[in-house]
């Protein structure tokens, strides 16, 4: 009979014990779904940075862009006008 008298407390002690351990547990997932979120949302606002970066580096760099294509189309014709004094009178045929 002592026995089980001493068994009760035992039993409820190491419960109620489990029970704490559970909500420490809870908390701390808690925390980290917390953290997650946190990290997620500020991902999605690095994303949305690098977008906006993006757009005026691309505005930026067309500007080199066009004049680098103007260079090229300049020094291809130079390249026609040397091949055509090469040539001394005949026909290029452009063909592009």
């Known amino acids: 009979m002592l026995r089980k008298l001493?068994?009760?407390?035992m039993f409820l002690v190491t419960f109620s014990m489990a029970d704490v351990g559970n909500q420490g547990t809870y908390e701390n997932i808690n925390r980290s779904e917390n953290l997650i979120l946190k990290l997620k949302l500020e991902i999605?606002?690095?994303?949305?940075?690098?977008?906006?970066?993006?757009?005026?580096v691309d505005s930026i760099s067309?500007?080199?862009?066009?004049?680098?294509?103007?260079?090229n189309a300049i020094a291809q014709l130079k390249r026609d006008?040397?091949?055509s004094r090469k040539t001394k009178g005949q026909p290029i045929l452009l063909l592009r």
């Open 62 to 71: 067309s500007k080199p862009n066009e004049d680098q294509r103007r260079a």
């Open 6 to 9: 001493l068994f009760i407390p």
């Open 44 to 56: 999605y606002k690095l994303r949305e940075k690098n977008v906006q970066l993006q757009k005026i």
């Open 81 to 83: 006008l040397r091949m």
